[in-house]
């Protein structure tokens, strides 16, 4: 294979770090929902790594971006995000739209996952409430970042590499498209059988 193909210990670390907040949030989720039904167990799973990426992850980006900007930034996370900004480089430096979009992902979706695990936890009656809300914000969260750069031909993206472009774009942005959907389709299932089963019940006391 040619270079392009190669991993080096850069992306090597991150994609590391990535793995084990993955590790941590599935174990954390799981732990969580013994003795409940694997969508539950998958969901709670999913939640406990999404509340990991937004106040391990992004919540120290969001500092950085303020105080300054994550190419001027040394440390752990702001290697990682260094990593990230070859496959998207408006993540190096002060991108309004983006910082913006991760204040709210950081902050609201962070508290809304933590929320959202305790009510499927403790089965309260606003579950579904929350998971609906959680998954439109992460959605409203990937088109905020895209879609702008899409209309002005995506000149900050790096999509030569099969690396940035497979993983690091399409591989972990698409996470937060395709799990928030499936939940969202969960939560219309579950409010459907809900109102039916109402309905139902209204039905046999006319």
Not at 103 to 114: E, M, N
């Amino acid at each position: 294979m040619g270079p392009a193909w190669g991993l080096e210990a850069a992306p090597g670390g991150s994609l590391l770090l990535c793995a084990a907040l993955l590790a941590a949030g599935c174990a954390l989720g799981l732990h969580l929902g013994r003795g409940r039904g694997a969508a539950d167990r998958g969901a709670l799973a999913w939640l406990c790594y999404d509340a990991l990426v937004h106040f391990v992850l992004e919540g120290p980006f969001v500092y950085l971006s303020l105080v300054g900007n994550i190419a001027n930034s040394d440390g752990l996370i702001a290697s990682l995000w260094k990593e990230y900004g070859k496959a998207d480089a408006r993540w190096l430096h002060f991108d309004p739209t983006i910082v913006s979009v991760e204040i709210l992902t950081a902050v609201l979706d962070g508290f809304l996952a933590l929320s959202l695990i305790y009510a499927i936890v403790k089965e309260k009656h606003y579950r579904h409430f929350l998971q609906i809300t959680l998954c439109v914000c992460e959605l409203y969260g990937d088109w905020m970042t895209f879609c702008p750069e899409w209309l002005v031909g995506s000149p900050n993206l790096n999509t030569d590499n099969w690396l940035y472009y497979w993983v690091y774009l399409v591989f972990f942005n698409g996470m937060w498209v395709l799990i928030p959907g499936l939940l969202l389709w969960q939560s219309w299932v579950e409010l459907k059988k809900i109102h039916q089963k109402g309905t139902s019940s209204r039905k046999k006391f006319q």
